[in-house]
């Protein structure tokens, strides 16, 4: 018998069924996680000037209304996001770091940080990991939300070097005193980041109504206004609208990976047994 014989479509269909499947379902059918408590302090750590403001804003703007501290830090200064050809990267770097800078403001974010890494030419490198464990040690924050260096689908390679940096820094180094042991002679002591939110994730099971925070982070994001292409807040507004008429009252909510150091218990099922699985995301996640 050859080989060629051996082949039987039985066999080939065996293999397909052994394929390990995503199943959603699952995913939304777990009782949500409780949610993070506060106010605390948290440190956003992104990629490019607008990542934040696309991706948590609206959280940003109701942890700031509810008093709590948080930090920005930008790997990059977004130098080379243009198509004018009238531009150069120094001058449009400046022009992003201010458009971020009023973001900031408009929202309350305490301090705002550049590290001044080139548009598209960050690494996962140890030099990055030793900067981001500095800032954590400095800033001490409870949470922090980095983009999801994990997910399978594409990303740009400057949101993926950075959430991976920055997931590398929390777990185990910014924790342990004997890396990057520099950072004692600063006075700077080891800490530990409690919770995790990974933004732009492919399966989130953390969600943030930010329905009352819309505004907030429309007003944030059309602070960069080199990256809009024109787009108005009467644009963003025709949106919403649309969205209500689509969907009445549905909660605008913010979606993230939750990974906590310390795991919460998830909350009790809501839902008794033989009832239906939770429909709607909770409202007061955050
Ligand atoms: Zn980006």
Redesign the pocket.
């Known amino acids: 018998m050859s080989k060629d014989n051996a082949k039987k479509p039985a066999k080939k269909k065996k293999q397909k069924q052994q394929q390990p499947e995503a199943n959603p379902a699952t995913l939304l059918q777990s009782p949500p996680l409780p949610p993070i408590e506060g106010p605390g302090r948290a440190m956003v750590i992104m990629?490019?000037p607008d990542?934040a403001d696309f991706l948590c804003a609206g959280t940003v703007a109701k942890w700031c209304a509810e008093g709590w501290e948080v930090v920005y830090v930008v790997v990059t200064s977004g130098d080379k996001g243009t198509h004018d050809p009238a531009m150069h990267p120094e001058k449009l770097a400046a022009i992003r770091e201010e458009e971020q800078r009023e973001a900031c403001r408009v929202l309350g974010v305490k301090e705002c940080i550049f590290l001044g890494y080139p548009d598209g030419f960050t690494s996962e490198s140890a030099e990055l990991r030793g900067q981001i464990v500095r800032l954590l040690r400095l800033y001490r924050p409870d949470v922090v939300i980095t983009w999801d260096a994990f997910r399978g689908t594409f990303n740009?390679r400057?949101?993926r070097n950075v959430g991976q940096a920055t997931m590398d820094a929390i777990y185990p180094i910014v924790r342990d005193r004997l890396f990057y042991q520099q950072h004692e002679h600063e006075g700077l002591e080891s800490h530990q980041v409690n919770e995790v939110l990974l933004a732009g994730a492919e399966n989130p099971d953390y969600t943030v109504d930010i329905t009352d925070y819309w505004e907030k982070k429309i007003a944030a994001i059309l602070c960069h206004t080199s990256q809009l292409g024109g787009r108005t807040r009467e644009d963003f507004l025709r949106d919403r609208a649309e969205r209500e008429k689509r969907e009445p009252g549905k909660p605008i909510e913010e979606r993230f990976r939750r990974w906590s150091i310390r795991r919460p218990p998830r909350m009790p099922q809501q839902a008794q047994a033989g009832a239906e699985p939770r429909q709607k995301p909770q409202r007061a996640a955050g």
């Open positions: 990629a490019h990542d740009h400057d949101h």
